[in-house]
């Protein structure tokens, strides 16, 4: 019998260590002991991000598939043939029946955005009617010679998709993500390079806003990005904010975290003195009034002195350039790359307020020295 086949997004360790125990069966609970039911954005989040782990390992080894090893007999004695189970092949089908699935057969994917790595697997094997089937349905049994076309098949995909990856459009796409880290690090440091033109002394707040344990495999991108609104929304209205000069945020996403905010805020170091105070009043206003009690936060500029070999929270003045030094390598780790919030989110995941109008004119005051005076 001829086969005739249906016409039809921590450390990298942790994170394979962690995605692997939810493919394998891991049942998640509460603190009760009693198990929990996920939300579907949860799992496609997770899948979508245990599927890049797993090609870039692909792309790194760059297996193929052995025919001989492959193709038993259906049933002993039978002149049919099945692929037998083995890694690559259960790899390849796994890969295939999430990003399809997502990408193709649903309207999931307009949620998200493949990676360069899935991108290019999709055009290697969107058409593969044997992963379709075994996929979607069930492997199928075949003559040998069929069996023997599909390893063929299967392995040319395999070498097409590895070839494909060595073109100049995959390189381009692949540094996308350091494009963007670049872009944002320059942004942010333009904007307190304007801060300090028109203030002499800034007083740095930085608190990460993000969700409880409990509740941030439910928060999807939609809700994180409104309780953010709601939030900038309260710096034109809110006293907290009457002395902030200015502000950048980035979106980050962890499996166990889910979506989360790193703030950073600047105001007028002759104003305000109290940064401790300041980023709890902060984190406060997200963990209840924003966010309906379902926040959590972590003041970033508590016991600062003793957690950052380079501190640069609190304040600031304009001749401190240690301290300011340590302020552009907080820049530097505010703008890293990361390739989770990229294909989760088809929207901004950082942004800086505007910067202020240089003075123009004669500066009032004490003349500045520069820092070989």
Same mark, same amino acid.
């Given at each position: 019998?001829? &086969?005739?086949?249906?016409?039809? +997004? !921590?450390?990298?360790?942790?994170?394979?260590?962690?995605?692997?125990?939810?493919?394998?069966?891991?049942?998640?609970?509460?603190?009760?002991?009693?198990?929990?039911?996920?939300?579907?954005?949860?799992?496609?989040?997770?899948?979508?991000?245990?599927?890049?782990?797993?090609? =870039?390992?692909?792309?790194?080894?760059? !297996?193929?598939?052995?025919?001989?090893?492959?193709?038993?007999?259906?049933?002993?004695?039978?002149?049919?043939?099945?692929?037998?189970?083995?890694?690559?092949?259960?790899?390849?089908?796994?890969?295939?029946?999430?990003?399809?699935?997502?990408?193709?057969?649903?309207?999931?994917?307009?949620?998200?955005?493949?990676?360069?790595?899935?991108?290019?697997?999709?055009?290697?094997?969107?058409?593969?009617?044997?992963?379709?089937?075994?996929?979607?349905?069930? !492997?199928?049994?075949?003559?040998?010679?069929?069996? $023997? #076309?599909?390893?063929?098949?299967?392995?040319?995909?395999?070498?097409?998709?590895?070839?494909?990856?060595?073109?100049?459009?995959?390189?381009?796409?692949?540094?996308?993500?350091?494009?963007?880290?670049?872009?944002?690090?320059?942004?942010?440091?333009?904007?307190?390079?304007?801060?300090?033109?028109? #203030?002499?002394?800034?007083?740095?707040?930085?608190?990460?806003?993000?969700?409880?344990? /409990?509740?941030?495999?439910?928060?999807?991108?939609?809700?994180?990005?409104?309780?953010?609104?709601?939030?900038?929304?309260?710096?034109?209205?809110?006293?907290?904010?009457?002395?902030?000069?200015? &502000?950048?945020? =980035?979106?980050?996403?962890?499996?166990?975290?889910?979506? #989360?905010?790193? /703030?950073?805020?600047?105001?007028?170091?002759?104003?305000?003195?109290?940064?401790?105070?300041?980023?709890?009043?902060?984190?406060?206003?997200?963990?209840?009034?924003?966010?309906?009690?379902?926040?959590?936060?972590?003041?970033?500029?508590?016991?600062? $002195?003793?957690?950052?070999?380079?501190? @640069?929270?609190?304040?600031?003045? &304009?001749?401190?350039? $240690?301290?300011?030094?340590?302020? &552009?390598?907080?820049? =530097?780790?505010?703008?890293?790359?990361?390739?989770?919030? @990229?294909?989760?989110?088809?929207?901004?995941?950082?942004? +800086?307020?505007?910067?202020?109008?240089?003075?123009?004119?004669?500066?009032?005051?004490? !003349?500045?020295?520069?820092?070989?005076?």
């Amino acid at each position: 019998m001829n &086969y005739t086949p249906h016409d039809d +997004t !921590p450390t990298d360790e942790e994170m394979l260590d962690w995605l692997g125990g939810l493919h394998g069966g891991e049942i998640i609970t509460n603190a009760l002991g009693q198990p929990i039911t996920m939300p579907s954005d949860y799992h496609w989040r997770n899948d979508l991000v245990w599927v890049d782990q797993q090609l =870039k390992t692909l792309a790194t080894h760059r !297996p193929m598939l052995d025919a001989q090893r492959l193709i038993q007999p259906a049933a002993f004695g039978s002149d049919t043939v099945a692929l037998a189970s083995d890694p690559l092949l259960d790899q390849l089908t796994t890969i295939y029946t999430v990003l399809v699935a997502m990408f193709h057969e649903t309207e999931i994917g307009r949620h998200y955005r493949p990676s360069p790595f899935a991108t290019s697997f999709l055009w290697a094997f969107h058409p593969c009617a044997y992963l379709h089937e075994t996929g979607f349905h069930q !492997p199928p049994v075949m003559s040998r010679q069929a069996a $023997e #076309h599909v390893v063929t098949d299967l392995n040319r995909r395999l070498e097409a998709w590895y070839q494909n990856m060595k073109q100049k459009n995959f390189t381009y796409e692949c540094y996308r993500n350091r494009r963007n880290s670049a872009n944002n690090y320059k942004s942010l440091c333009e904007l307190m390079d304007a801060l300090f033109e028109c #203030h002499s002394r800034l007083m740095v707040v930085r608190v990460d806003l993000g969700y409880s344990e /409990f509740d941030s495999p439910y928060i999807d991108y939609e809700t994180a990005r409104y309780h953010r609104e709601q939030l900038c929304l309260a710096f034109n209205i809110h006293p907290l904010f009457n002395h902030l000069l200015g &502000y950048a945020w =980035k979106l980050e996403w962890q499996p166990k975290k889910g979506f #989360h905010y790193h /703030f950073i805020f600047f105001f007028n170091g002759h104003q305000c003195r109290e940064d401790i105070t300041q980023a709890r009043l902060i984190g406060e206003m997200w963990a209840n009034a924003m966010t309906g009690g379902q926040g959590h936060y972590y003041n970033c500029n508590l016991d600062a $002195e003793q957690r950052y070999c380079d501190n @640069a929270m609190g304040c600031i003045d &304009y001749h401190d350039f $240690e301290k300011k030094r340590g302020l &552009y390598w907080l820049a =530097k780790y505010l703008t890293k790359i990361d390739e989770y919030a @990229a294909m989760l989110v088809n929207g901004r995941t950082f942004q +800086t307020s505007r910067k202020p109008a240089l003075p123009q004119g004669p500066r009032m005051g004490r !003349p500045r020295q520069s820092a070989m005076a």
